[in-house]
T-cell receptor
Framework: GQSLEQPSEVTAVEGAIVQINCTYQ??????LSWYQQHDGGAPTFLSY????GLEETGRFSSFLSRSDSYGYLLLQELQMKDSASYFC???????????FGSGTRLQVQP | DAGVTQSPTHLIKTRGQQVTLRCSPK?????VSWYQQALGQGPQFIFQ???????QRGNFPDRFSGHQFPNYSSELNVNALLLGDSALYLC????????????FGSGTRLTVV
């Protein structure tokens, strides 16, 4: 089976940097993805790490360490619109199902 | 380019009833997966369809069934509804065996009373 753990809530101020961590336990590993979901909205794909290291996409970056079974999402220059839930997710062994963490609710304050 | 479209957006049903939810995948995607998301939780995998066949199923009872049509659209059926089935039901489409980059719809909010 697979399990992914992340903090339930993070609060930060506009313009700051915030890091959302994710630790995982998987029987096979096919990479770590991050999704953003605003209240009432669709989860939206943000980034994917298959190999160790940092992937950068604009204000968002994602990091993976397979030896530590750990990854994080880094959000820079926070904006109010970044207030949302963020999920880490990983494909199962058959690469047919995504297992999601329980989500981290980010509140950006002025 | 339309993304994933789900209907209806909201639904209220009574315990014991049956419900059908619909999903049209993103253009170019041939694989459709369904997820259940309880309030404050991450999505839970229900099943995945490809070439009109169920490829994999998550830990959900047989009351949950699905179908995929030749145009890749899909339906999720839930029989004998329970109060605990109240959730957001998400459809996701992807190319076959994609590890990432799933496109999700906005979901159907099902309330069972």
């Amino acid at each position: 089976g697979q399990s992914l753990e992340q903090p339930s809530e993070v609060t930060a101020v506009e313009g700051a940097i915030v890091q959302i961590n994710c630790t995982y336990q998987t029987s096979g590993f096919y990479g770590l993805s991050w999704y953003q979901q605003h209240d009432g909205g669709a989860p939206t794909f943000l980034s994917y790490n298959a190999l160790d290291g940092l992937e950068e996409t604009g204000r968002f970056s994602s990091f993976l360490s397979r030896s530590d079974s750990y990854g994080y999402l880094l959000l820079q220059e926070l904006q109010m619109k970044d207030s949302a839930s963020y999920f880490c997710a990983s494909p199962d062994t058959g690469r047919r199902a995504l297992t999601f963490g329980s989500g981290t609710r980010l509140q950006v304050q002025p | 380019d339309a993304g994933v479209t789900q209907s209806p957006t909201h639904l209220i049903k009574t315990r014991g009833q049956q419900v059908t939810l619909r999903c049209s995948p993103k253009s170019g995607h041939d694989t459709v997966s369904w997820y259940q998301q309880a309030l404050g939780q991450g999505p839970q995998f229900i099943f995945q369809y490809y070439e009109e066949e169920e490829r994999q199923r998550g830990n959900f009872p047989d009351r949950f069934s699905g179908h995929q049509f030749p145009n890749y659209s899909s339906e999720l059926n839930v029989n004998a509804l329970l109060l605990g089935d109240s959730a957001l039901y998400l459809c996701a489409s992807s190319p076959l065996d994609s590890n990432y980059g799933y496109t999700f719809g906005s979901g159907t909010r099902l309330t069972v009373v």
